[in-house]
């Protein structure tokens, strides 16, 4: 034996001897990771959602109810608007990212020159960099209707409402579509480009039906931060919302007076999100992720 063979019956002999024994050793703390840190407190979350709260005491009674949910779905109340006006904020943050990231991405892949690829990329994902608060006050002070950028360089601005949160949202979002479109518009090979061109397909034609069809996957793959971050966020509405609200407000302002009903606004969010990446597996977007 070697000085650099381990012992016959020593733990490192019997993962090198089984490779898939080796491989599960190593992944078994990012599992657990995993576990405690994301799939536990969805299960808490989910969980607190069934209890309720003593409207006296203000104490938390561990006892199995719907009302909470039964509340939330009510027509009769806020709550389920106010759900799918967050769907619809997120569903248009996301086609209108879809809408800048796409040529922008056909751009950087395809057109800008090799060499300046690396600065244009880093140039899309600087704003990154800076905090999510001064990026949204700085937006809030250019739509500021009363004496805003847009106000006196344009002469008018959107001032604050829902068009300012996709605004904002799209622009804050926005380098998490392009990033997966700008890698998968880089891997569809030039010749498939050059063969639609030589069988007479003009430019729209070879990018609607060559192009288009092989970035889908990315662009769902985009469309899953985008939607997420956007379904989430309740920060941006408050800044520039006006007196518009989504449910990470609702949740903002009911879980320290009221944590199952908040628990339960929660997790229509997250039973939300299931059901749109139920929706995209079947597409092989979440490969590109």
């Known amino acids: 034996m070697t000085t650099t063979?381990?012992?016959?019956?020593?733990?490192?002999?019997?993962?090198?001897?089984?490779?898939?024994?080796?491989?599960?050793?190593?992944?078994?703390?990012?599992?657990?990771?995993?576990?405690?840190?994301?799939?536990?407190?969805?299960?808490?979350?989910?969980?607190?959602?069934?209890?309720t709260t003593d409207s006296f005491t203000g104490n938390l009674q561990r006892t199995f109810t719907l009302e909470n949910f039964a509340r939330v779905l009510d027509p009769s109340q806020p709550f389920l608007t106010t759900a799918l006006r967050t769907l619809a904020v997120a569903v248009s943050v996301t086609v209108v990212s879809i809408i800048l990231a796409v040529p922008l991405s056909?751009?950087?892949?395809?057109?800008?020159?090799?060499?300046?690829?690396p600065l244009l990329v880093a140039l899309v994902v600087t704003p990154l960099w800076a905090s999510y608060l001064v990026k949204v006050y700085a937006w809030r002070t250019m739509l500021n209707p009363e004496g805003g950028f847009l106000e006196s360089t344009l002469g008018f601005s959107t001032g604050y409402g829902w068009v300012a949160v996709v605004v904002v949202l799209t622009y804050l979002w926005l380098p998490y579509m392009v990033l997966p479109v700008y890698v998968g518009m880089q891997n569809v090979p030039p010749?498939?480009?050059?063969?639609?061109?030589?069988?007479?397909?003009?430019?729209?034609?070879?990018?609607?039906?060559?192009?288009?069809?092989?970035?889908?996957?990315?662009?769902i793959a985009g469309s899953v931060f985008t939607f997420s971050l956007s379904l989430g966020d309740y920060i941006t509405v408050q800044l520039v919302g006006g007196k518009a609200?989504?449910?990470?407000?609702?949740?903002?302002?009911?879980?320290?007076?009221?944590?199952?009903f908040a628990a339960a606004i929660a997790s229509l969010t997250v039973l939300i999100?299931?059901?749109y990446l139920a929706a995209i597996s079947r597409t092989g977007a979440l490969e590109n992720l």
């Open 191 to 219: 010749s498939l480009l050059d063969a639609s061109s030589d069988l007479g397909a003009r430019s729209w034609r070879t990018f609607r039906s060559v192009l288009l069809p092989l970035v889908k996957p990315a662009i």
């Open 5 to 51: 063979e381990a012992p016959a019956g020593s733990p490192a002999a019997f993962l090198y001897r089984h490779p898939r024994a080796r491989l599960t050793g190593l992944l078994a703390l990012p599992m657990t990771w995993l576990v405690l840190l994301y799939l536990v407190p969805i299960v808490l979350l989910f969980v607190t959602a069934f209890w």
């Open 245 to 260: 609200q989504m449910l990470g407000n609702v949740v903002y302002g009911t879980f320290a007076t009221d944590l199952p």
């Open 106 to 117: 056909l751009f950087l892949a395809k057109i800008a020159q090799p060499r300046w690829r």
């Open 273 to 275: 999100m299931i059901g």
